[in-house]
């Protein structure tokens, strides 16, 4: 567990409106981490960057979309050149049999993991490499590891994470920036799970912000040691719990 602190820090974060993406903005908030916000919900957004307080700021986005994720992107100016941390979060989940997959819907799912995957770390990537170091952090699932039959895009997204980090790794070592997949590791209690769990699944999740700590130390330690591995949140949570 040992590694470097970096401090202060500032943290690009997708996907920050609920569930997940929300837990670990308000707990990286808590840290005193400097947050750059993105998620479609603009209600949600502005919410979760009130209790984020001053060092929030925050752009409505359809990370499905190119011209809006640039576009989000722009509206940070130059503090998108200051980023140590990128955690890509956002994901779209929605089950359904592959013979009733429609393009449009495959294709929005796979541009939300990895077209917006590609464009953050394109628009971080410089800043990160001239100071010498990052933390490149994408959000994967069971998903990512194994198949289900009526997720062919969300697995299709998430294999693909997988295999981008492994680049990111092997590219941003020259660099001092390191990359990193990382699992929910247990059911977690989000408005995602909340449609798609099945009762057995329900009955053991957890709230998101039992998984947030394991961010909060990716962010402000950066590990190189860890990049190019695929890290489970609930189990470093919950080290970094029996280790405080």
């Not at 069971?142 to 295999?163: N, P, Q, T, V, W």
Request: aromatic share 6%; proline share 5%.
């Amino acid at each position: 567990m040992s590694a470097t602190r970096h401090e202060p820090q500032t943290v690009l974060l997708t996907g920050a409106a609920q569930g997940l993406g929300a837990a670990i903005a308000r707990d990286l908030a808590e840290a005193g981490a400097r947050l750059l916000l993105i998620d479609r919900d603009a209600e949600g957004l502005d919410a979760v960057a009130r209790d984020c307080g001053s060092g929030a700021r925050f752009a409505v986005a359809d990370l499905s979309d190119a011209e809006s994720t640039l576009r989000a992107l722009r509206e940070f100016g130059n503090a998108v050149g200051e980023t140590d941390t990128l955690i890509h979060n956002a994901a779209i989940l929605n089950p359904v049999a592959f013979e009733r997959e429609t393009l449009e819907g495959f294709r929005r799912t796979l541009d939300v993991g990895l077209q917006a995957a590609f464009l953050l770390t394109q628009a971080v990537w410089p800043g990160m490499a001239r100071r010498g170091g990052g933390m490149l952090v994408y959000v994967s699932s069971r998903s990512g590891i194994m198949g289900f039959g009526d997720e062919a895009a969300y697995c299709a997204a998430k294999h693909g994470l997988e295999g981008f980090s492994k680049s990111m790794a092997e590219a941003g070592a020259p660099h001092g920036i390191a990359s990193v997949t990382i699992t929910p590791g247990m059911p977690m209690h989000t408005p995602m799970s909340e449609r798609n769990y099945a009762p057995e699944m329900k009955g053991r999740w957890v709230e998101p912000a039992r998984l947030a700590p394991a961010f909060r130390h990716l962010s402000a330690e950066r590990p190189q040691a860890l990049s190019g591995q695929r890290l489970d949140a609930w189990a470093l949570s919950q080290e970094l719990a029996g280790a405080a």
